[in-house]
């Protein structure tokens, strides 16, 4: 899964390694970090996201073993 965000990057998503039996869970609790991020008032469409949301992203990969990268454009 890609995501646009500024100046010409992609968060990348890759849930290859998690299994296909959790992979909508995954999906839905990744979606409640921008969800939440948005009910604070804030874009998902700024240069900080990535960086305000890294320590709640990555507790979810000690659950999850999906790996995400960004990507320059």
């Known amino acids: 899964m890609k ?17 296909e039996a959790q992979r909508d869970e995954c999906w839905g609790k990744l979606s409640a970090i921008l969800d939440d991020y948005k009910k604070e008032g804030k874009s998902v469409y700024t240069e900080s ?12 990969q000690a659950e999850y073993p999906f790996t995400y990268t960004i990507e320059l454009r």
């Open 49 to 60: 996201f990535i960086e305000d949301n890294e320590e709640k992203v990555k507790a979810l």
């Open 3 to 19: 995501a646009r965000i500024p100046k010409h990057r992609e968060f990348v998503i890759d849930m290859k390694e998690v299994p």
